[in-house]
């Protein structure tokens, strides 16, 4: 009797253990297999992204961001959550013209994330208009390339 208790104590002090570890709802132990990656990589999406500004059509650059994915724009107090709001988002943006160059960043590498952070500046060719601002950008690698799952941008507040 008192083996079976010790034994269903023990049992049940693993699977309690278990659940610790393990998420509620997890049925399986997570298996993901990191994507190698650099700097040079994650830094050459940003040139990805602008070179599909350059192109002038929002589908373009639309089809940087992954499905599941938020755009805080910097000249827009909505968030755009699924694709026809990032569209439409630059649809407007690119009538300007805009080319983007990176002042400075920030680069951190994950098993199948990135974050690329720091200032950059807009440069509107269409009006002249130059706005410096801050940025974000989180990338996850969905096993054949690497998309924006986030993406903050924020004018400078001195100017």
Request: proline content about 3%; hydrophobic content about 35%; aromatic content about 10%.
């Amino acid at each position: 009797m008192k083996k079976a208790a010790v034994f269903s104590l023990l049992a049940a002090g693993t699977l309690l253990g278990g659940c610790a570890s393990n998420p509620l709802g997890s049925t399986s132990a997570r298996t993901e297999t990191c994507k190698a990656t650099s700097e040079q990589e994650v830094a050459a999406l940003f040139d990805r992204w602008n070179q599909s500004l350059q192109t002038g059509d929002p589908r373009k650059v639309v089809a940087n961001y992954a499905d599941k994915s938020v755009l805080l724009a910097t000249v827009s107090n909505t968030p755009r959550l699924n694709a026809a709001q990032k569209q439409d988002y630059f649809e407007h943006f690119l009538q300007d013209k805009p080319f983007g160059r990176i002042d400075s960043r920030t680069i951190e590498l994950g098993c199948t994330t990135a974050v690329d952070a720091g200032l950059y500046t807009f440069t509107f060719a269409k009006t002249g208009a130059v706005v410096k601002a801050r940025y974000t950008y989180t990338y996850k690698w969905d096993g054949s390339r690497w998309l924006i799952t986030s993406h903050h941008s924020s004018a400078m507040p001195e100017k």
